[in-house]
């Protein structure tokens, strides 16, 4: 919602006795003076808790006026050379303009630009000087390093400033957003494509955010826990105010508050734009802001206001410049700096006398330099100074700037400025005058990057704050320093060994069995990170509550209604287990912050969170893009899974496409196992991978809750397992019989079983089942086989893996999974030639019913399968059609039924 500023202001009735409100205002302003700040504070306390307990309706209001929230007198002062930053500022400001506007002077002969963004730097760079010189520590022996989540748009302007400081070349820079021939820059913040630099994706708005306020509680999870000391470190979430709209951006200030997380700075940059116009043309974006955020429990720091404004505000003894500043439009500040001082003094301050009167002596010129907050390096430092020594809450600095800050015609505060990524030869000079760089009239054609000698003072200080604060940033470390040994498979015997006779389990057992046993592991198991959204008794997970606690920074202050059970729900300041309520966004971003944790903490951890797979890659797949981008490791769980086996739930619970959308990741390696070992064997390569050989992969394993024996491993076939495709159960070896191979996954590799018996009792035909816990795997390593086919033509032919397992197995081949065909439908390339390929799976809306009633609604039980198999074998010529129109009446197949894609 937008705030008006009537909104704002908490307008309210009429007053009726003037002189006893200035009575009351006289005493209040005295006790300020006389006694102090905290003593009005402590007094306007009382006063409302006597109005509350004597029923009165009380006024509120989450804003403060529109300047600046440290007075003049209590900023602290910037250490600084402020004249050498301001000069390392223009050179970067210079070089980011150049790398863009070059980037975008190629004109391929194919066509289209390379894009980039100029004015977001622009109106960034004095808060970025201030925290690159003075508040954000590398990695060191003696500090954990700051987390920066970057807003994306500026990247420009921090490669500008590793190009000074040597950490980036010349021909890079002349390679920004051309990667592929591997010397360029990422448009974005991206650590897969730089995994030395960023270590954060932000740039799919709104994640930043998200994912830095989970990461600023894991940073107080490790330290809770004694894993790795962590007190001294910051989160620093830089975001626009545009930004601010997306939901995942707000969504979890709440938590941010609730656990008081003093190690989380947001620095929200107001320059009142979107990428298209204003972000609030009729209201104020920084009220709103400030309502929300105070609202929610943080501490509000606002920067609206540069120095110039110090002393007009010093004058305003009866408040009209500050009514003038609150009652004027987000909309109307655009357009002030998209003019000049004169208009500003005409629009601005001459829509009041007294406001007028106030700037009579001063020219317009000077009006035009009245600077906002944000472009005031000595106000950016007090304001930053202000919230990292603030305790108990989160932080957030609602900075006013200018959009396109020193570009003048060319963009400064206009709507296109977003877009603006070429600039004439003219607007170039005018940049260069503007911030003074020393580059001749002769090579202005030609945009020569800037860099001055090594030993000038301003490089020598460019490097000496780096130092003292540790190194270069931003860094990304790419391997943990420590290291650990997975235990051995044969520990998890109560996964890979068969069920014993009448004992039935499921896959979501098997993983709990596995989990609980990993957590004995003295070295490893302390860095397990079970995570639920909520359902922990769902999928049977009641018993680590109190095993392991729930990670709680108050403890358990209150007597739990169960603490008379033996499985009790247990808070814990030290507590392993991180449950984030309903809330699955939540849910992956801590996932994201553990998996992360090798990287950003130098600490492996593992995580596992599980949740119900519908709501996993469709409800948060943009996190899991980003998490592949940031190259996560650890195990995400999609509980209840199959559109057909969750019976009960209907549509928006039945998932028949998770591994479609999991396949998309090319480093999340997915599996949909259908028996106990299957689980265990994934599960343990996983931790191989991704623990011992710090392979940058995640995984996505689907579970199921359905109750069946368990057959347990059969020594020899866990490679095939990994791989995706092993036979687990042979057919009758009869050269007489017709012969068929069965593939599955998951529950519905049980009906592929079922299939099995019902061909050789019904129909003399014997069959092979497949297991195939990947067909994911199986087709990106076909696929891999014919790409190095297609670019070694003479090379002896690589075989894919599906081939080899069916090639000495004769018949047509029916794959039937409970997701939808496209995912079977991947391997058909690589089935040997000359052998039919049927699909079944589960196209179309879930709905709620029995598992068999389902089954048959989508077409994948037993019986379809067996029609699909004599179809098949109709179609080679081995059996009469006839067999398939028996098949179908034995069956009771309805074959005039609405197809299933479309019921």
């Not at 390679?175 to 592929?180: L, S």
């Amino acid at each position: 919602m937008s705030l008006t500023p009537d909104d704002l202001t908490g307008a309210s009735a009429p007053d009726v006795d003037s002189q006893e409100t200035r009575e009351w205002m006289d005493a209040l302003s005295a006790v300020i003076q006389r006694e102090g700040p905290e003593r009005a504070h402590f007094l306007l306390e009382q006063l409302l808790e006597h109005a509350r307990q004597n029923s009165i309706d009380m006024p509120f209001s989450a804003n403060t006026g529109y300047v600046n929230s440290i007075e003049p007198d209590q900023e602290e002062r910037c250490p600084g050379n402020i004249e050498i930053e301001e000069r390392l500022r223009a050179y970067m400001r210079w070089n980011a303009m150049a790398m863009v506007v070059k980037a975008n002077r190629h004109h391929p002969v194919d066509g289209g630009d390379l894009g980039g963004h100029i004015g977001s730097f622009a109106s960034l760079a004095h808060m970025f000087g201030a925290g690159f010189n003075h508040f954000w520590h590398a990695e060191s022996e003696n500090h954990g390093g700051d987390c920066l989540y970057i807003q994306g748009h500026v990247a420009p302007g921090v490669y500008a400033r590793a190009y000074l400081e040597g950490r980036l070349t010349e021909e890079q820079l002349l390679n920004f957003r051309q990667e592929t021939g591997g010397k360029g820059l990422s448009s974005y913040p991206h650590p897969k494509l730089m995994p030395e630099f960023w270590q954060f994706p932000t740039v799919s708005m709104g994640l930043g955010p998200l994912m830095a306020i989970y990461q600023a509680r894991f940073l107080k999870y490790l330290h809770a826990r004694g894993i790795a000391n962590t007190e001294n470190r910051k989160v620093w979430v830089f975001c626009g105010d545009g930004e601010m709209d997306e939901v995942e951006s707000l969504g979890a200030i709440g938590l941010a508050a609730r656990e008081k997380l003093d190690n989380l700075v947001f620095v929200i940059n107001c320059n009142l734009q979107r990428l298209d116009g204003p972000v609030r043309g009729n209201g104020k974006i920084v009220q709103e802001l400030e309502s929300t955020f105070r609202g929610a429990g943080w501490n509000v720091l606002k920067l609206l206001w540069g120095s110039n404004w110090d002393p007009l505000l010093a004058r305003d003894t009866d408040g009209a410049l500050r009514k003038l500043m609150m009652d004027t439009l987000d909309g109307d500040y655009q357009s002030f700096k998209a003019n000049d001082g004169a208009y500003v003094r005409k629009h601005f301050f001459g829509r009041d006398p007294q406001t007028l009167a106030m700037v009579a002596k001063m020219s317009d010129d000077d009006i035009w330099s009245l600077r906002r907050g944000g472009h005031d390096p000595q106000k950016v430092y007090a304001a930053y100074h202000k919230a990292v020594n603030h305790k108990g809450q989160p932080s957030v600095l609602l900075i006013k700037t200018i959009k396109g800050f020193g570009m003048g015609k060319s963009g400064e505060g206009k709507n296109n400025v977003h877009q603006t990524k070429k600039l004439t030869d003219d607007d170039i000079k005018l940049f260069r005058d503007r911030f003074n760089i020393p580059i001749p009239d002769s090579q202005i054609a030609d945009i020569p990057f800037y860099k001055p000698a090594d030993d000038t003072p301003e490089m020598r200080y460019l490097h000496a704050r780096r130092k003292a604060l540790g190194g270069y940033l931003p860094h990304r470390r790419t391997q943990a320093d420590e290291h650990f040994t997975v235990p051995a498979l044969e520990i998890f015997k109560s996964v890979i060994e068969p069920t014993a006779e009448g004992r039935e389990i499921s896959t979501t057992q098997a993983y709990v069995r596995f989990l609980s046993q990993l957590l004995r592991d003295q070295a490893l198991g302390p860095r397990v990170v079970p995570i639920l959204v909520d359902e922990g008794r769902t999928f049977g997970m009641e018993g680590l509550f109190r095993q392991i606690g729930i990670y709680n920074p108050e403890g358990q202050k209150y007597t739990p209604v169960d603490k008379d059970q033996v499985m009790y729900y247990k808070e814990d300041t030290k507590g392993q287990m991180l449950q984030e309520g309903i809330n699955e966004a939540g849910g992956m971003a801590s996932w994201i912050a553990a998996a992360t944790s090798y990287s950003t903490s130098n600490r492996i951890m593992v995580p596992f969170y599980v949740y119900y797979s519908m709501f996993g890659f469709q409800r948060i797949g943009d996190l899991a893009w980003a998490a592949g981008d940031m190259q996560a490791r650890g195990f995400l769980l999609g509980g209840t899974s199959g559109r057909t086996t969750l019976n009960g739930e209907g549509l928006q619970h039945e998932d028949g496409h998770s591994h479609i959308l999991a396949g998309t990741i090319p480093n999340c390696i997915s599996y949909d196992p259908t028996f106990a070992h299957e689980v265990g064997v994934i599960l343990h390569h996983g931790l191989k991978r991704m623990v011992e050989k710090q392979d940058n992969v995640y995984y996505y394993i689907t579970l199921l809750n359905e109750n069946y024996p368990m057959p347990g491993l059969t020594a020899g076939t866990e490679a095939q397992i990994i791989k995706g495709m092993y036979l687990c159960k042979a057919g009758a070896r009869d050269a007489k019989q017709p012969t068929v191979q069965l593939l599955g996954s998951g529950s519905i590799l049980r009906e592929s079983i079922a299939a099995q018996e019902l061909l050789a009792k019904d129909w003399g035909i014997s069959a092979n089942v497949w297991s195939c816990p990947s067909f994911n795997e199986l087709a990106r390593e076909g696929q891999a086989c014919e790409r190095h086919n297609l670019l070694n033509p003479v090379a002896v032919p690589s075989l894919s893996f599906v081939a080899q397992q069916l090639e000495k197995h004769a018949g047509p081949v029916v794959a039937a999974t409970d997701y939808m065909k496209a995912y079977a439908e991947q391997i058909r390339a690589f089935i040997p030639k000359g052998r039919t390929y049927k699909v079944l799976g589960t196209d179309g809306f879930g709905r709620s019913d029995f598992r068999s009633k389902l089954r048959e609604h989508f077409e994948i039980n037993r019986h379809f399968i067996v029609v699909a198999a004599l179809k098949a074998l109709s179609e080679e010529g081995t059996l009469p059609v006839a067999k398939v129109l028996e098949a179908i009446a034995k069956y009771g197949i309805q074959t005039d039924k609405v197809n299933p894609l479309y019921a």
